[in-house]
């Protein structure tokens, strides 16, 4: 099922929409982006259990903490991000990558290639939006 791509093989709007090679094109970008992902948590886990030494400053300790904190919401966002990129690899397993959840239509090429754990086509996604604005706003 999986085909062979050259290394400079970039989809194009010329070629059949969601065809075997841009399916393997984007399961490979997807896939080493959670890679990418994996790798940098290991290293922060790597990280923090090097730095439990204490600070005796309490400035420099809470500097410390606060660095570890954004650190941890860093890595709890990548976790969730990890999540939407299984998903868009269920979907291209199942046909249904590129397509936009709502519509039913194509997702454009460069949307994904910019996002592509994208569920949404950029007209669904305003219009996702507009409508969380206009709820937030009232």
């Excluded at 400053?57 to 976790?79: G, K």
């Excluded at 990558?97 to 949404?120: H, M, N, Q, S, W």
Aim: hydrophobic share 30%; proline share 4%.
């Amino acid at each position: 099922m999986n085909a062979q791509l050259p290394n400079d093989y970039r989809p194009t709007e010329d070629e059949e929409f969601m065809n075997a090679k841009q399916q393997e094109y984007f399961r490979e970008k997807l896939l080493r982006w959670r890679n990418d992902i994996i790798d940098d948590a290991n290293q922060t886990i790597a990280n923090l259990q090097e730095e439990t030494v204490k600070e005796p400053d309490i400035a420099d300790r809470a500097s410390t903490e606060s660095e570890r904190a954004l650190e941890l919401r860093t890595r709890d966002r990548q976790r969730k991000l990890i999540g939407k990129i299984d998903s868009a690899l269920r979907r291209i397993d199942d046909g249904n990558y590129g397509f936009c959840d709502e519509t039913g239509e194509p997702i454009a090429l460069k949307r994904l290639e910019a996002r592509p754990v994208a569920t949404l086509s950029l007209e669904a996604q305003e219009r996702h939006e507009r409508r969380e604005k206009t709820y937030r706003d009232d």
